[in-house]
């Protein structure tokens, strides 16, 4: 089995290289070899975003402390990056000469943003966009809504990516988190996007609005279903993935998921009371439907946390037209642990959801090795 790349060596030698050719390149007396030699210099130790900032470090001593001369030099990356990989192996070696403007273009925002638009297809001006916003926004919103009709499909991406109230690894934009309706002015332009990877954006935009404006997005969705799509259904599906998941009752009335079912002799089981770290176990249901129904079946997992309180985590189980008949599911969950998730000794609860509603719950204790 072959072990993942850790993402923080994408941003290691072949990166380096990369930007040291390219910067040569574009600028004759550019130190080619003492770029790479400070890059390498205590790399090892430093994680990915810790990076970033490590190589901006770097960048600053060979580029321009002129932002205006320095942005020259990065509008050009682009005709000389590898573009047989500009979003494979070598986007994130972009990532540096991108965050670059954000660190020391504040005070020239105009230039400092058509740069941005420039060098986002090498790989996203997603985290860049955010001090902009943060610290200008009326300008960058205007620039915004001028990217949401651009031709490129990346700079239309940018124009939803970069306004997500939280989006993950971003600069927090507190007007963000409190006026969605300014985010919504600029999805409505992508709504209908030929580009997959842009209307996904728009949905995981959308996804981020929910939880905190349930309804503003379920009025939306209803606004947009109203001429309905392929493309926009999907949309909506992907956008309210959190509110099914929470049992958000007007979301699964919208989507044809009712809360009046009828289900009959269900059954919820788990195949073992104790558990430890890396071993597996089998959720099974089974139930009747005396006729076919709309159901959005899912599964929370309730973690004790080290606050002695529980956080729920809510798994996909089964989605769709279930015809009618008896109906027998199983899953297997495994302790194991990842970076985004830590387990504690102690009672761990299982518990069946349908159409957002509970149908019960079981309970596994998790042991010492």
């Known amino acids: 089995m072959t072990t993942p790349t850790l993402l923080k060596n994408r941003l290691a030698t072949d990166a380096i290289q990369c930007i040291a050719r390219v910067l040569a390149a574009i600028q004759p007396d550019f130190a080619h070899d003492d770029f790479i030699q400070q890059a390498h210099t205590g790399l090892e130790q430093l994680e990915l975003k810790q990076r970033v900032h490590h190589f901006i470090a770097i960048l600053s001593l060979h580029l321009s402390d002129n932002f205006i001369q320095a942005v020259q030099v990065l509008q050009q990356v682009p005709n000389h990056w590898p573009t047989h990989n500009a979003q494979g192996d070598y986007g994130f070696a972009a990532w540096p000469l991108i965050d670059?403007?954000?660190v020391y273009g504040l005070k020239h925002?105009?230039?400092?943003?058509?740069?941005?638009?420039?060098l986002t297809p090498l790989f996203t001006a997603e985290f860049?966009?955010?001090?902009?916003?943060?610290h200008h926004?009326?300008?960058t919103y205007g620039y915004l809504q001028q990217w949401a009709i651009d031709e490129n499909y990346h700079v239309?991406?940018?124009?939803?990516?970069?306004?997500r109230p939280r989006l993950p690894w971003g600069q927090r934009v507190p007007y963000l988190m409190t006026h969605p309706e300014v985010i919504i002015a600029v999805l409505e332009q992508l709504k209908d996007d030929d580009s997959d990877y842009v209307r996904r954006s728009v949905?995981?935009?959308?996804?981020?609005?929910?939880?905190?404006?349930?309804?503003t997005v379920v009025s939306l969705a209803q606004q947009w279903l109203a001429q309905p799509t392929a493309h926009r259904q999907a949309i909506i599906k992907h956008a309210t993935r959190g509110l099914v998941k929470s049992g958000h009752a007007d979301t699964l009335a919208m989507l044809g998921y009712s809360q009046a079912f009828h289900l009959q002799n269900v059954h919820f089981s788990i195949n073992k009371t104790h558990i430890r770290i890396d071993e597996t176990v089998q959720l099974s249901l089974s139930f009747l439907l005396p006729e076919a129904q709309n159901l959005v079946i899912d599964y929370a997992l309730h973690l004790p946390r080290a606050n002695g309180k529980k956080s729920i985590k809510v798994f996909k189980w089964k989605t769709g037209l279930l015809a009618a008949g008896e109906h027998q599911l199983s899953q297997n969950y495994t302790f194991k642990v990842i970076t985004t998730r830590r387990y504690y000794l102690g009672e761990h609860d299982f518990e069946v959801l349908v159409n957002g509603q509970s149908l019960g719950l079981q309970t596994i204790v998790l042991v010492m090795t």
Not at 109 to 118: F, N, R, S
Not at 156 to 163: F, I, M, P, Q, Y
Request: proline share 7%.
């Open 109 to 118: 925002p105009d230039i400092a943003l058509q740069t941005l638009k420039i």
């Open 203 to 215: 949905a995981n935009n959308l996804n981020d609005i929910s939880k905190d404006y349930p309804e």
């Open 128 to 134: 860049a966009i955010r001090p902009f916003l943060h």
């Open 100 to 102: 670059y403007v954000a």
């Open 137 to 139: 926004f009326d300008l």
């Open 156 to 163: 239309r991406r940018l124009a939803s990516e970069g306004c």
